[in-house]
């Protein structure tokens, strides 16, 4: 963990920073379901004086201040969303409500994002309009692509706007920045395998849509090593194969589900139009079809190359370069903040969440039933956060 300057009043307000985290973990809500979150939130943000503004994307909130005379607009977004999955930390403040938990950081995203708006709100140190997101869905759900589509700029428009995401496998409370693409595409693909069922002790009768998958997973593992350009980053993972449940029946239907990402937009296009076709063809050559259900979901996120540096310069005069991460290259992982991004100038950044090491946070990955936010990240995140607002919206 590095020794990073905390703000006194992000200091002053650490234990009820963690009671929020903990409360937060201990009652997960899934997509478009955070309706208790969302009245956590809303109720301290009116009690700090925020405007706040309830109903987009579902369970949306937003927060507006504004302080001076200052014309520029700055916004904040964090994530609320929990995932479906059954916790097994075995912590004080684990889930209470089996088969969800906070597997993925939201709630201290949320939480930090908090303590940055309540100590903002009591100091009113910066000269401009601030717009604090806290925004549901993110779990492949879209709430951000929701939340643009709904007006989400039009109504409270901003100049630039940053998000982050806590990062297992980094030092706990360093600081990556990347200008471009720092998180990939994310999409998924439901194929449906056809054929014509039967007895297992009959093949010669069936069209078996089992050996179909098999020959399909087989080859799209082939994909990404011989026909996309190795200079170019591409995933097609089958994370699951669905068909069949007795021993001596071959179904009729098999299915597969795929999680597809890259970085270039031609690639994406690309690996969309090799999936289906592969899918077809191989279905045909064994006499049966496919269906194929391409979910174009999450785009790359692309940082803005000023706005990045911006928020690296405020890091690196305020924490030190041991803050930061040295030679930060891009992530496999996606955001729907990427649908914020294409629409505003804006920079997404990681904080370590913990790497494993002697005094330095678990390093458990994300999307883990033993996973938890590291709680020592929080008051170093929320003392960035509050510079960066306050150099963004500098008196002038």
């Known amino acids: 963990m590095i020794s990073a300057p905390i703000l006194p009043a992000i200091r002053d307000h650490l234990p009820e920073m963690l009671a929020v985290r903990h409360q937060i973990h201990a009652n997960p809500?899934?997509?478009?379901?955070?309706?208790?979150?969302s009245d956590l939130v809303a109720d301290r943000l009116q009690r700090w004086g925020y405007a706040v503004h309830r109903g987009l994307a579902g369970t949306g909130v937003v927060g507006s201040l504004r302080a001076g005379t200052g014309t520029r607009r700055l916004g904040l977004r964090a994530d609320m969303d929990a995932l479906p999955m059954t916790e097994t930390t075995g912590l004080p403040y684990a889930s209470r409500t089996p088969g969800r938990m906070h597997a993925c950081g939201h709630d201290g995203h949320t939480a930090t994002l908090l303590a940055v708006a309540q100590v903002l709100a009591a100091t009113r140190a910066f000269d401009g309009t601030l717009h604090l997101i806290f925004q549901p869905a993110e779990e492949g759900l879209q709430g951000g692509r929701r939340m643009v589509d709904e007006g989400l700029f039009e109504r409270f428009p901003c100049d630039a706007i940053y998000a982050w995401h806590n990062e297992p496998g980094f030092p706990a409370g360093r600081f990556g920045f990347l200008p471009g693409v720092i998180y990939s595409s994310s999409d998924t693909v439901v194929i449906t395998l056809q054929g014509r069922g039967g007895h297992g002790a009959m093949p010669h009768t069936t069209v078996d849509p089992i050996v179909m998958a098999a020959h399909l997973v087989l080859a799209y593992q082939t994909l990404v090593a011989r026909e996309v350009d190795p200079n170019d980053m591409a995933v097609v993972t089958v994370g699951a194969l669905h068909a069949g449940q007795a021993p001596n029946v071959i179904p009729t239907t098999a299915e597969l589900k795929l999680s597809?990402?890259?970085?270039?937009?031609?690639?994406?296009?690309?690996?969309?139009?090799?999936?289906?076709?592969?899918?077809?063809?191989?279905?045909?050559?064994?006499?049966?079809q496919a269906v194929v259900?391409?979910?174009?979901?999450?785009?790359?996120?692309?940082?803005?190359?000023?706005?990045?540096a911006f928020a690296h310069r405020v890091a690196l005069e305020s924490m030190g370069p041991d803050a930061l991460i040295p030679d930060m290259a891009p992530l496999q992982a996606s955001d729907d903040f990427a649908f914020m991004l294409d629409a505003v100038p804006g920079s997404y950044f990681i904080v370590g969440n913990g790497n494993g090491q002697p005094g330095d946070g678990p390093g458990c990955m994300v999307h883990n039933t033993g996973y938890d936010f590291n709680d020592a990240i929080l008051p170093t995140t929320a003392s960035f956060l509050v510079t960066l607002v306050q150099r963004y919206l500098a008196r002038g």
């Open 293 to 308: 259900d391409y979910q174009w979901k999450s785009p790359p996120c692309v940082n803005n190359a000023d706005v990045t």
């Open 260 to 288: 597809v990402r890259a970085r270039r937009p031609a690639v994406r296009a690309f690996l969309r139009q090799r999936i289906t076709e592969m899918a077809h063809a191989q279905a045909a050559l064994l006499g049966g």
């Open 29 to 37: 809500e899934l997509g478009y379901e955070e309706f208790a979150t």
